[in-house]
Nanobody
């Protein structure tokens, strides 16, 4: 059974930084690992993904500010978020796609950026 556990969310002032982490159990070396977010009243949107060979994708709104990385030995994915803006406020969800392919989601972690 695949389980994703996120950590690292919280409250930060605009311009600050946070680092999100997601530990995956029950799935080894997923094809892709990533982060989505959902703000109140909005649809869930893709923030960043990283493939097994290290290829990355970032939403335009976070390019240059966020960095995604993965550690296949520890089966974790991280999202370093710098220069945070109030519009980055959302619940952030970890996502992995395994080799079947099947999608798995974490429970979400709240990120709040105050002006």
């Amino acid at each position: 059974q695949v389980r994703l556990v996120e950590s690292g969310g919280g409250l930060v002032q605009a311009g600050g930084s946070l680092r999100l982490s997601c530990a995956a159990s029950g799935s080894s070396s997923p094809n892709a690992m990533g982060w989505y977010r959902q703000a109140p009243g909005k649809q869930r949107e893709l923030v960043a993904t990283i493939t097994r060979n290290g290829g990355t994708y970032y939403a335009n709104s976070v390019k240059g500010r966020f960095t995604i990385s993965r550690d296949d030995y520890k089966n974790t994915v991280h999202l370093q978020m710098n220069s945070l803006k109030p519009e980055d406020t959302a619940v952030y969800y970890c996502n992995i796609v395994d080799s079947k392919p099947m999608n798995y989601w974490g429970q979400g972690t709240q990120v709040t950026v105050s002006a």
